[in-house]
């Protein structure tokens, strides 16, 4: 069965996000569609729409995060792709049975309710892959 069903945005983290702004929405012209900060993560993170996807600008907020240690280490830049799925349980369970690594064995809750995990990057070819519950139809999240 194929669990994945879209590119649902793709992550770029920045240690500025006016900076990063200024070229994602006024330089490109793209709307923002949200800023919102992800307390569990860390990160503020702006959501720009871009046809059925959109770009993530994330900023970390605090120095012991992940994303944090990621920006001190590579810089500014692409961070992750996020892809939209169908049973993240089930797919997690069929990644974790084929040895997969994963940085959240459980889904996690994002602000807005959507459940999320990631694939450690040593799993996924030197990407960070998130991978994004797709809302039930009618659902606010």
Do not use: N
């Amino acid at each position: 069965m194929a669990h994945v069903v879209r590119i649902a945005h793709l992550a770029v983290v920045t240690d500025d996000l006016d900076q990063a702004l200024a070229f994602w929405r006024d330089a490109l012209g793209l709307t923002v569609g949200g800023i919102h900060d992800v307390e569990q993560e860390g990160v503020r993170v702006a959501f720009l729409p871009v046809g059925d996807s959109s770009v993530e600008v994330v900023l970390p907020l605090q120095e012991d995060t992940g994303v944090a240690r990621y920006l001190r280490k590579r810089g500014p830049g692409m961070h992750h792709v996020c892809l939209e799925v169908k049973d993240l349980e089930g797919l997690l369970s069929r990644l974790k049975e084929q040895g997969v690594q994963l940085i959240y064995e459980e889904p996690q809750v994002s602000p807005t309710g959507r459940r999320y995990a990631f694939v450690h990057p040593k799993s996924a070819g030197g990407v960070l892959v998130e991978l994004y519950e797709a809302p039930a139809a009618g659902s606010a999240a």
